[in-house]
């Protein structure tokens, strides 16, 4: 009998119509790429004929070969937009995620800019070799303060974190048990700012009541009595950087009663008083002075001030420098390129720990070098007239970098525009390669912190944006805002990645130190993500359940 053939396998259809013919892969041309690095414009390499749907990874690898680094170095790629009048408001950098082809050649908007004989000049940014991991839970919601909580800030380690709230008291957390380990009392007046030394010794407080105070992290007591010597509430306070002085630092203070004043932490008494300015003293910033070699053995002292100047000062005395003019308004914030390094002195991403005061000095002064490498020390000044100033005040050794002086006056290198209301806050980046600022306008920019240059917009906020915080890797952003939320953003992509409402009213303060994030405002609650289940889920539910 013969073997019967099983029938034919039915064809398949959709909707009484055949299946269509899979279609051809289309063919990947070829274009010219032209590698250059962001940090001087200098061409990496020649030019090289590359398929335009190579990866992002393959191009890191390509640079690297190409470069001949002996460590593989991760690197970030965009490429600038091209200069269109008519195009609405956005982006000035497409940067690259995917691939050339994906990112740039099918972009919804400057796809039709580029053609095949075009040169892409694809500007390299070398990035952090750790990355910091984004946060995916809530690890802790604490209370304890009776007030709303004014300031929060880490250890330079993130080991420890201090709070100053409106009780006015300051407290120190244990972030293993999640409870205050400490309560420093001791101020007659709310705590308005709070201060870690860079070796972790000391922490500094200032209050409503015009005191300074400082304390023993470890033993949770206070080190001598109050400094008094201002009239009114201190606004700000900053350390003398390690690199200059590990042994015993000095710390200034800044005033609502338009002083700042340096004091010996041995003797915890005023040195010097800065009286220069003639309203109150918003911002202190203690700079390195560059590595120029202009005999500031010091560092420098940076103050800005509601009489519209901001005011330079030579830390061995009190000498001032510079006075500079420019903004029409009260001057409320200012950043440094070297603040991160200035605040962590020693310590770096692999968590060694120095034997001593001259190792520790050591340690802090080459962090100090590296960020100055190719660039000088830089400054970006915010004021309530809506725009930004960047400075640079002490040239380096880098050729390129230049003071604008025009009949004895100094010349900031550039205006930065585009706020729409007062600035609230700016910040540098770990790196010194970008700047952020945030605004009552409920927006944060980016702007490239040497040229000032700028880059995108953040939107998501529906109230003014208090505070900013920088990721470590210098790869998100977090803001704290007066619509109750928490938002951590995505620096490739430019759009957000985590949405944090678990606060109940105004979020007044925000830090970012190794992989930690902490907040807390009007509702007297500490918020700290961690990692595992869906950080948004647990913000969610300690809303509906404040005892979580």
Known sequence: MATLLPPPKRQKVYHGVPEPEPEAPKPTRNILVQFVSEDDGSVLAPAVNLPADVSREGLEVLVNRLTKSD????????????????????????????????????????????????????RCSPQSVFRVRPATRCSASLSGHSSPILCASFSPTGALLATGSGDATARLWDLNTETPSHTLVGHKGWVLCVEWEAMERLLATGGHDGHVRLWDPKAGKPVGDAMKGHTKWVTSLCWEPIHLNSKSPRIASSSKDGTVRVWSTLTRK???????????????????????????????????????????????????????????????????????????????????????????????????????????????????????????LFPSSVPSSDIAVS???????????????????????????????????????????????????????????????WSADGRML????????????DLKTYKLKVDLSGHTDEVYCVDFVADKVVSGGRDKHLKIPGYSIGLRRYFQLSRLLPGL
């Not at 903004?327 to 060694?352: I, S």
């Open 71 to 122: 460590e593989p170095v991760p690197f970030s790629f965009h490429v600038d937009c091209p200069e269109n009048v008519n195009a609405a408001p956005g982006p000035t950098r497409i940067v690259i995620s995917k691939s050339i082809q994906s990112d740039i050649l099918n972009h919804p908007i400057h796809a039709d800019s580029f053609t095949e004989e075009d040169v892409f000049v694809v």
């Open 407 to 469: 009949q004895g006056k100094l010349k900031p290198i550039t205006r930065l525009t585009g706020h729409q209301r007062q600035i609230s806050h700016v910040a540098f980046s770990p790196d010194g390669r970008w700047a952020a600022s945030s605004s009552w306008d409920s927006s944060i920019r980016l702007w490239e912190g040497r040229t000032g240059k700028y880059v995108a917009t953040l939107r998501g906020h529906v109230g003014a944006v208090y505070r900013l915080a």
């Open 478 to 489: 977090v803001s704290a805002s007066k619509d109750a939320t928490v938002k951590i953003w």
């Open 270 to 392: 005023v040195e010097y008083t800065l009286g220069g300015h003639i309203a109150s003293v918003n911002v202190v910033k203690w700079g390195g002075g560059g590595t120029g070699g202009f005999g500031l053995k010091r560092g420098v002292l940076y103050t800005a001030s509601s009489d519209r100047t901001v005011r330079v000062w030579d830390a061995e005395g009190g000498r001032q420098l510079h006075v500079l003019k420019d903004h029409a308004h009260w001057v409320t914030t200012l950043t440094l390129n070297t603040d991160f390094v200035l605040r962590t002195g020693p310590f770096d991403h692999t968590g060694k720990r120095p034997a001593n005061d001259e190792e520790a000095q050591q340690l802090a002064l080459k962090r100090y070098t590296d960020v100055l490498a190719t660039t000088p020390e830089l400054l970006v000044t915010g004021s309530d007239d809506h725009t930004l100033f960047l400075w640079s």
